[in-house]
T-cell receptor, first 113, second 115 residues
Framework: AQSVSQHNHHVILSEAASLELGCNYS??????LFWYVQYPGQHLQLLLK??????LVKGIKGFEAEFIKSKFSFNLRKPSVQWSDTAEYFC???????????FGTGTRLKVLA | ETGVTQSPTHLIKTRGQQVTLRCSSQ?????VSWYQQALGQGPQFIFQYYREEENGRGNFPPRFSGLQFPNYSSELNVNALELDDSALYLC??????????????FGPGTRLTVL
C-alpha cells in the first residue's frame, strides 16, 4: 500500500535556525508531491507543490522542497525560521491516476523566539 | 472569491446516532473530497465526489456515505456512530474533476465528538 512517512514528529528550533523536515513515500510510479501547513487554529494551507520539471520547488514564506526520485523523498527546507513558522507541517502524495492525497502523520514545529 | 466552508464547526453525538456534515466548495470548483483527521494523525481520505457521483473511496465502511449537489456543495453522512469516529472531518474542493492532479483547497473542518 502507498504510504508517506514523516520521521520527525516534533521539532523545536530557535529563531534563525535552519529547518529540514523529512518526507519519504512508497510508490514506484509517477507522483505529485505537496507540503501543507496548519497554523494554530487555522485550516490546512498549501506551502508548495511539485508536479514535474525542476525538482527544487519554491513555495510561500521562504520554504522550498527538493524532490529526489531515487530516494523517494521530498524534504522541506527553510534557511532561517521565524517564530511565526510555528505550526504543523504535512507532506502529501498524489499518485498517478488517482485523485486522493495520502498524507503523512505530520511534524509539529515549535520555533522559540 | 469564497473559500471552502464547513458546518457545523463542532458537534457532539452519542454512539449509534447518525450525523450529517456539510461543505460548500470554493467558487469554480466542481470536485469535493472528504478526509478524516484523528488526533495526532494526518488526514485520511474518505471519498471524493465529482459531478454528483462518488469518484473514489478510501478504506472506510459503507456507513460513511456522501452526496454532492448540483451547486457542488456536499454532505458527509455517518451512520451508527462509533467512539473511533471522533475526529476532525475535512472537506477539500478542487477544479477539474476526478483523476486530475489539481491542488485541493481545505475547509476549516468539523470537529465531531462521539460519546
Amino acid at each position: 500500500a502507498q504510504s508517506v512517512s514523516q520521521h520527525n514528529h516534533h521539532v523545536i528550533l530557535s529563531e534563525a535556525a535552519s529547518l529540514e523536515l523529512g518526507c519519504n513515500y512508497s510508490y514506484g510510479g509517477t507522483v505529485n508531491l505537496f507540503w501543507y501547513v496548519q497554523y494554530p487554529g487555522q485550516h490546512l494551507q498549501l506551502l508548495l507543490k511539485y508536479f514535474s520539471g525542476d525538482p527544487l520547488v519554491k513555495g510561500i514564506k521562504g520554504f522550498e522542497a527538493e524532490f529526489i526520485k531515487s530516494k523517494f523523498s521530498f524534504n522541506l527546507r527553510k534557511p532561517s525560521v521565524q517564530w511565526s513558522d510555528t505550526a504543523e507541517y504535512f507532506c502529501a502524495v498524489m499518485t498517478s491516476g488517482t485523485y486522493k492525497y495520502i498524507f503523512g502523520t505530520g511534524t509539529r514545529l515549535k520555533v522559540l523566539a | 472569491e469564497t473559500g471552502v466552508t464547513q458546518s457545523p464547526t463542532h458537534l457532539i453525538k452519542t454512539r449509534g446516532q447518525q450525523v450529517t456534515l456539510r461543505c460548500s466548495s470554493q467558487s469554480g470548483h466542481n470536485t469535493v473530497s472528504w478526509y478524516q483527521q484523528a488526533l495526532g494523525q494526518g488526514p485520511q481520505f474518505i471519498f471524493q465526489y465529482y459531478r454528483e457521483e462518488e469518484n473514489g473511496r478510501g478504506n472506510f465502511p459503507p456507513r460513511f456515505s456522501g452526496l454532492q449537489f448540483p451547486n457542488y456543495s456536499s454532505e458527509l453522512n455517518v451512520n451508527a456512530l462509533e467512539l473511533d469516529d471522533s475526529a476532525l472531518y475535512l472537506c477539500a474542493s478542487s477544479a477539474g474533476g476526478g483523476g486530475n492532479y489539481n491542488e485541493q483547497f481545505f475547509g476549516p473542518g468539523t470537529r465531531l465528538t462521539v460519546l
